[in-house]
């Protein structure tokens, strides 16, 4: 007698994992791997994707502490180099929660163009990896209209257009800046975390390649916004981009 596999969908918010979900939530449980750092506005989704759907997405966390918390700790900035967040924060929790499940299916959301990829995540013995978008030849497109038919189409603040983390080192300039001015607590809460990691030899490491201060850069920008009298470049928001499948996908 053959025992049902349990199903989940690996969710972060973004178009194909929100496609994934509006497709297979019945029968398959979205799991969302939080760092203790994301914005607002990315919990804010969460909330509002299990409101209307009615499906409800299971919070995993990294045990003993948050990604800030870590990099105060270990004075330790992730950069390209070192996606140790990505890691630590993101692939582990999800591996260890699927261990307790096994044996399990997990479906990622890489689209139709996108079968050149594998996606960032371990490979767990009793874990059956599937790319239901893939197979169904859903693009980027096609989801897109799904979703708007749905009225389930993520516009996320263009400050959030690189990923759901807070200080995530891929973000542009600009994205900092527009942080600075329209989720001030979420930037200063950056620059607070730059200022802890810093040691005693005095050589300042900045968190942003291109950005020498994370203080200086917002400061700078919320100084030149009252010299201009307000900022007169609206906040429209938009699709976001992603940087991995357990990212912003």
């Known amino acids: 007698m053959s025992t049902q596999m349990d199903r989940f969908i690996s969710y972060s918010g973004g178009v194909e994992?929100?496609?994934?979900?509006?497709?297979?939530?019945?029968?398959?449980t979205p799991i969302f791997s939080d760092t203790g750092w994301?914005?607002?506005?990315l919990y804010e989704w969460l909330k509002t994707v299990e409101a209307k759907t009615g499906i409800h997405i299971e919070r995993i966390r990294r045990e003993g502490e948050t990604l800030p918390e870590y990099i105060a700790r270990a004075k330790y900035y992730p950069s390209s180099l070192a996606r140790f967040c990505t890691r630590m924060f993101k692939i582990e929790p999800i591996d260890k929660y699927l261990k307790s499940k096994t044996p399990c299916e997990l479906m990622i959301g890489l689209n139709y163009d996108e079968q050149d990829?594998?996606?960032n995540h371990g490979l767990?013995?009793?874990v059956k990896y599937s790319y239901p978008l893939i197979d169904l030849k859903l693009n980027r497109e096609a989801c897109i209209?799904?979703?708007?038919?749905?009225?389930?189409l993520p516009r996320f603040p263009s400050y959030m257009m690189r990923g759901g983390c807070i200080g995530c080192f891929w973000k542009r300039k600009s994205e900092f800046r527009r942080m600075a001015l329209q989720?001030?607590?979420?930037a200063d809460s950056v620059a607070d975390l730059e200022e802890q990691i810093q040691d005693e030899r005095g050589e300042w490491f900045s968190v942003r390649r291109g950005i020498q201060?994370?203080?200086?850069?917002?400061?700078?920008?919320?100084?030149?916004?009252?010299?201009?009298?307000?900022?007169?470049?609206?906040?429209?928001g938009g699709l976001p981009t992603?940087?991995?499948v357990f990212c912003h996908r």
């Open 17 to 28: 994992s929100t496609t994934m979900l509006v497709l297979f939530g019945g029968k398959a």
């Open 38 to 41: 994301e914005h607002a506005a």
């Open 117 to 119: 990829r594998t996606g």
């Open 124 to 126: 767990i013995d009793g």
């Open 145 to 152: 209209e799904i979703l708007t038919a749905k009225g389930l």
């Open 183 to 186: 989720s001030p607590a979420e």
């Open 213 to 236: 201060s994370i203080r200086g850069l917002i400061e700078n920008e919320r100084r030149q916004t009252r010299l201009d009298f307000g900022n007169d470049d609206p906040d429209e």
């Open 242 to 244: 992603s940087c991995g």
